[in-house]
């Protein structure tokens, strides 16, 4: 659970980057340390790195000044420099009690005399160091927290640090009082011990920092709330649509607050809650941008921001409609589609899975048929697209109904009468069922036009026909006694009595009734094709 530096339990660890990568730090003291030789600026959380960061000379010149020691100039450098920058930013300037001008011969600085830097060596009392015979400590420091008092084996294990996993010695800032040539480190046993400068040990770097800063659910430390590495938005919606929003997850995080830019206007909070996600409604802007950020106990961290989203006029793709339930179908569906980019239309029709794709003109009426809609309840969805400026608009319509189930006509068996009260069931004919590609049937094409009766057959001299035709096609197929040529004549309800001049209609009359005569000649069977349309004259 995520916590404040200073809530963190002495002996805890913690992780700071180092070169972008995480490494672990022991929490060895919360606040000043009760001894006045430390002035305020050591009141904080103090970090020890937990292991050797590497091996490091501690003064090539065998001179044990610790102020202007080869060691300290790398921690102030190139140690310091391996924390990212925001870290760096907070690390604290403090005053750490150290020996001046040596070992032998130098003077102790305390308090608000300290050494000024950020970060430093532990010293042998900071460690736990008592005065035991035989050693020559400066009064350098004093017992930190999470080191016990003493050179006993819990105290000395304590004590221990690793390089590449071996135990290993490891520099302290103390020189030894009594000569001017070595410095104390701390043995592979945890033990303190003296060597001459020059020689190359361990280093682990310490540093404080304020107590306010976060430690998230790894143990990383932050100074406010990481933002989300991600925010994915549309590249392009339409006025009226919805917008998608999401964003990556944030250590740690429990809230997430996004806000909205349109048109280069104020920002303006549009969600705040635990959801990596969010539907914004498009308004009637030229384009519209996020940002997100993520709050960790209270605090919110620096926002992350999306590209820009374009927001194309509703006007580009309309469906007519609303989204919704139909109720029970007694009519055809009628719908339309609009555009105004003067591009191609292309809507597809989604029925119970069933899928049909047209082209309709921009505000064409699209009819399906309640014949193309399976009975009980059902779906049907509609989807269009059409090229606009910024890419392909897209655009869906829902709907569902509920179609009475047919009940089959009894005898006599008919087409005609498998109709409803108020629509029809099925097509009535074949030009009602084939649908054209812009969604309009074959009927629609010949005005409403259907076939209602056909007849067909040869006869000698006369043939009485089952209804009334509006036409007849007459067919011969050129034998005969007299050698008449093949012909084949069209004759439409609307001339009533056919001619008798010098042309082939003088062969066959008919008066629109329902007989059709041969004049005997030629005295062959003549073909014939009778037909009676409705719905159109």
């Not at 006045?36 to 000044?65: H, P």
């Not at 349109?262 to 549009?270: I, K, R, Y």
């Not at 914004?280 to 999306?306: F, H, M, Q």
């Not at 569906?333 to 029709?349: K, P």
Request: net charge negative; aromatic share 10%.
């Amino acid at each position: 659970m995520a916590q404040t530096l200073g809530n963190v339990a002495v002996g805890a660890i913690v992780k700071l980057n180092e070169n972008g990568s995480p490494v672990e730090y022991l929490v060895i003291q919360q606040g000043k340390p009760p001894d006045s030789m430390y002035d305020e600026s050591c009141d904080g959380t103090w970090l020890l790195r937990k292991d050797i960061a590497e091996n490091r000379v501690w003064n090539a010149d065998d001179f044990n000044q610790f102020e202007n020691s080869d060691i300290q100039v790398w921690l102030d450098s190139t140690m310091f420099a391996r924390y990212d920058s925001n870290i760096r930013s907070v690390i604290k300037q403090v005053k750490i009690p150290y020996r001046k001008n040596g070992g032998s011969g130098g003077i102790d600085q305390t308090g608000s005399n300290g050494y000024s830097c950020k970060v430093f060596l532990l010293s042998c009392y900071e460690l736990g160091a008592t005065n035991a015979s035989g050693y020559y400590f400066p009064n350098d420091g004093a017992r930190l927290t999470y080191f016990p008092s003493g050179y006993e084996t819990f105290a000395n294990k304590k004590r221990v640090a690793y390089l590449n996993q071996k135990a290993a010695i490891w520099w302290l800032r103390s020189p030894m009082t009594y000569d001017k040539e070595e410095a104390y480190y701390v043995n592979t046993y945890g033990d303190f011990h003296q060597g001459r400068t020059h020689e190359a040990f361990g280093v682990r770097p310490a540093l404080i920092m304020p107590t306010t800063l976060l430690v998230l659910d790894d143990g990383m430390v932050s100074i406010t709330p990481p933002s989300p590495v991600s925010i994915m938005v549309p590249s392009y919606t339409m006025a009226g649509n919805g917008i998608d929003i999401t964003w990556s997850s944030v250590n740690s995080a429990k809230t997430y607050k996004l806000e909205r830019n349109a048109d280069n206007g104020g920002w303006t909070q549009v969600y705040e809650g635990g959801n990596l996600n969010y539907t914004d409604a498009a308004g009637n802007w030229t384009s519209v941008r996020y940002r997100v950020s993520a709050s960790i106990l209270g605090s919110y961290g620096t926002p992350k921001e999306s590209d820009i989203v374009q927001v194309i006029p509703a006007s580009a793709l309309v469906i007519s409609g609303t989204d919704g339930n139909l109720g029970t179908i007694k009519a055809p569906v009628t719908y339309s589609v609009t555009s105004d980019t003067g591009n191609q239309i292309t809507v597809t029709e989604i029925i119970n899975g069933h899928e049909r794709t047209l082209t309709p003109a921009s505000g064409q009426a699209i009819v399906i048929p309640v014949s193309m809609l399976d009975p009980g309840a059902g779906a049907i969805t509609i989807k269009a697209s059409v090229q606009a400026t910024s890419g392909t608009v897209n655009q869906t319509r829902s709907w569902t109904y509920t179609k009475t189930t047919l009940a089959l006509p009894v005898d006599p068996y008919r087409v005609e009468r498998m109709q409803g009260k108020e629509c029809d069931i099925f097509p009535q004919t074949l030009a009602e069922a084939v649908m054209m590609p812009d969604g309009s049937s074959v009927a629609d094409k010949l005005g409403g036009a259907t076939l209602e009766g056909a007849a067909v057959g040869a006869f000698t001299s006369s043939v009485t026909l089952p209804f009334t035709p509006d036409a007849v096609w007459v067919i011969y197929g050129g034998e005969g006694a007299n050698s008449i040529p093949p012909f084949a004549m069209l004759y439409p309800k609307v001339r009533a009595q056919i001619s008798t001049g010098n042309n082939r209609s003088q062969y066959v009359t008919w008066d629109g009734s329902t007989n059709i005569n041969s004049t005997g000649n030629p005295a062959q069977p003549l073909n014939y094709v009778a037909l009676k349309f409705g719905g159109a004259s």
